[in-house]
């Protein structure tokens, strides 16, 4: 299993450009979620999906920023146009019923 | 979900074991007790959940009071390796509608 794969690991970009970050979960798992870490805010849920629909995305920030799943084995998050303060590193989880969360290594933007 | 109150860090020395404690006076019947560590610049590690029984992994050993008020994680022996975030949250069991949320964890740090 090679566990939650996200893509790219490192992107920089310049402000106003558009930002798309990828999602592989694990296969069987259910559930998938996109945090951003900050060191002020430190861990946050975006938005989450259950078996491919969006259950909550009231995380999301703004309307710059949308995320979809077309399949169980594919999600993006795409932000649009981006900003320097939405430089963070973002990670992907997947889950399948009560077992605990398997998280990506994460996606690090940088918005100069 | 019911909050939690964790010490902002804690030091441990190698070999000894390490106690994190957390407290969750407001947890309800249906909560469970998850426990997250995130060692720097990688993504959130489940570690262990319980629901009122102790639990026991490879990893680690949860320790939950009768009242379900408050919970210990304990690594036995701790390595250098174990420096990292730890994340005490309460939530009620995976269904659609819920998902994890971080608060600001402890910070464990072990030394030689």
């Known amino acids: 299993d090679a566990g939650v794969i996200q893509s790219p690991r490192h992107e920089v970009t310049e402000m106003g450009q558009e930002v798309t970050l990828r999602c592989k979960p694990i296969?069987?798992?259910?559930?998938l979620f996109w945090y951003r870490q900050t060191m002020m805010r430190g861990l946050e849920l975006l938005i989450y999906?259950?078996?491919?629909?969006?259950?909550?995305d009231s995380g999301m920030p703004e309307d710059r920023f949308s995320a979809k799943m077309p399949n169980a084995s594919f999600s993006t998050l795409k932000i649009q146009p981006s900003e320097p303060r939405d430089s963070a590193v973002y990670f992907c989880a997947s889950s399948f019923a009560v077992e605990g969360y398997t998280f990506g290594s994460g996606t690090r933007l940088t918005v100069v | 979900d019911a909050k939690t109150t964790q010490p902002p860090s804690m030091d441990c020395a190698e070999g000894r074991a390490a106690n994190l404690p957390c407290n969750h006076s407001?947890?309800?019947?249906?909560?469970?007790v998850y426990w997250y560590r995130q060692i720097h610049s990688q993504g959130p590690q489940y570690i262990i959940h319980?629901?009122?029984n102790n639990e026991t992994n490879e990893m680690a050993s949860l320790i939950i009071t009768e009242d379900r008020k408050s919970s210990t994680l304990i690594l036995p022996h701790a390595t250098l390796r174990d420096t990292a975030v730890y994340y005490c949250i309460v939530r009620v069991a995976h269904q659609a509608g819920t998902a994890l949320i971080f608060g600001k964890g402890t910070t464990l740090s072990v030394s030689s």
């Open positions: 999906f259950n078996n491919n629909v969006p259950i909550d």
């Open positions: 407001t947890i309800s019947g249906n909560e469970y």
């Open positions: 296969s069987g798992h259910n559930s």
């Open positions: 319980g629901l009122k």
